[in-house]
T-cell receptor, first 108, second 112 residues
Framework: QKEVEQNSGPLSVPEGAIASLNCTYS??????FFWYRQYSGKSPELIMS????GDKEDGRFTAQLNKASQYVSLLIRDSQPSDSATYLC????????FGTGTSLTVIP | ETGVTQTPRHLVMGMTNKKSLKCEQH?????MYWYKQSAKKPLELMFV???????ENNSVPSRFSPECPNSSHLFLHLHTLQPEDSALYLC???????????FGQGTRLTVV
């Protein structure tokens, strides 16, 4: 069974801190990984995609992939209150498999 | 603005009604998806279409009927729904395996 696991949280960090979100997946054949942000009542918005081991940085966001350990993480530096949302991890193998999401609150 | 447009944004329907949700994508993608998102639950994949052909049906009740007339349009026809079908219905499009998917704004459905 192909599964994507996330800590549901909630995760709270103070403004300006680093938020760390983690995700593990079960299928070793997975090749593509994505992080989506979903504000309450809104649809998921793609914020990062990563395909190779290592780090990928985009502004305040860094995605980290370790295929040997089957985990992918998202770091948000200098967290802002506007980052408060649910973050969904997804893996695309033969179709998209989503985690349950981690709720992040950034406290001003 | 996502390039994937869903209508209507909100829908309230009775259990005996028939309604349709519409999704349109302007991204040139060949894959389109319907997802259901209920409160406090993860996204549930309902249907997948690749090049207008249905490639996935995740044991969805027959009161949900998808239609994909072309690669840019996707419909979800609804009839005799139950209150537990109330949820956010999301359409997404992509270029297939190993690529990202982009979501529409969703339709908030309430069945009364």
């Amino acid at each position: 069974q192909k599964e994507v696991e996330q800590n549901s949280g909630p995760l709270s960090v103070p403004e300006g801190a680093i938020a760390s979100l983690n995700c593990t997946y079960s299928d070793r054949g997975s090749q593509s990984f994505f992080w989506y942000r979903q504000y309450s009542g809104k649809s998921p918005e793609l914020i990062m995609s990563i395909y190779s081991n290592g780090d990928k940085e985009d502004g305040r966001f860094t995605a980290q992939l370790n295929k040997a350990s089957q985990y992918v993480s998202l770091l948000i530096r200098d967290s802002q209150p506007s980052d408060s949302a649910t973050y969904l991890c997804a893996v695309n193998i033969d179709q998209f498999y989503f985690g349950t999401g981690t709720s992040l609150t950034v406290i001003p | 603005e996502t390039g994937v447009t869903q209508t209507p944004r909100h829908l309230v329907m009775g259990m005996t009604n028939k309604k349709s949700l519409k999704c349109e994508q302007h991204l040139g993608h060949n894959a389109m998806y319907w997802y259901k998102q209920s409160a406090k639950k993860p996204l549930e994949l309902m249907f997948v279409y690749n090049f207008k052909e249905q490639t996935e049906n995740n044991s969805v009740p027959s009161r949900f009927s998808p239609e994909c007339p072309n690669s840019s349009h996707l419909f979800l026809h609804l009839h005799t729904l139950q209150p537990e079908d109330s949820a956010l219905y999301l359409c997404a499009s992509g270029t297939g395996v190993n690529t990202e998917a982009f979501f529409g704004q969703g339709t908030r459905l309430t069945v009364v």
